[in-house]
C-alpha cells in the first residue's frame, strides 16, 4: 500500500491550501483517514482524521479553519486549509487505517510528507 501526498507549498498568512492523499496498491477497506503534522523540533501531532462514515475529529488549533474531508471511491483524503498561520507551518503526513485482505489486521500506513511553510 502506498499514500501519495500533495498540495503542500510556500502561501502567505491568511492563504489557503488544499492537501489530497491517494492510497494505492492491494488494500481491501479503509477505515480513518487523516492528517498529521510535525514542526521542526517538534513531535507529530494530530490535525485530523475522519471516519469511513464521515465522522470528523480535529486539532483546536485548527478547528473552524481546516476541514478534512474524503472520496472512498478514490481512496483520497483531502484537508482544506484556510486562514493559514504561521505556526502552521510543518511537513504533513497523511495517513490510514486499513487491511490489505479481509482477514488481515488493521494497521497503519503513512505517507512521505508534504511541505507546508506559510511566510509571515
Known amino acids: 500500500v502506498q499514500l501519495q501526498a500533495s498540495g503542500g507549498g510556500l502561501v502567505e498568512v491568511g492563504g489557503s491550501l488544499n492537501l489530497s492523499c491517494t492510497a494505492s496498491?492491494?488494500?481491501?477497506?479503509?477505515?480513518?483517514m487523516g492528517w498529521y503534522r510535525q514542526a521542526p523540533g517538534k513531535e507529530r501531532e494530530l490535525v485530523a482524521v475522519?471516519?469511513?462514515?464521515?465522522?470528523?475529529n480535529s486539532a483546536d488549533s485548527v478547528k473552524g479553519r481546516f476541514t478534512i474531508s474524503r472520496d472512498n471511491a478514490k481512496k483520497t483524503v483531502y484537508l482544506q486549509m484556510n486562514s493559514l498561520k504561521a505556526e502552521d507551518t510543518a511537513v504533513y503526513y497523511c495517513?490510514?487505517?486499513?487491511?490489505?485482505?479481509?482477514?488481515?489486521?488493521?494497521?497503519?500506513?503513512w505517507g512521505q510528507g508534504t511541505l507546508v511553510t506559510v511566510s509571515s
Open positions: 495517513n490510514i487505517q486499513g487491511r490489505r485482505t479481509m482477514l488481515a489486521s488493521t494497521r497503519d500506513y
Open positions: 496498491g492491494n488494500i481491501f477497506s479503509i477505515n480513518v
Open positions: 475522519i471516519g469511513s462514515g464521515g465522522l470528523t
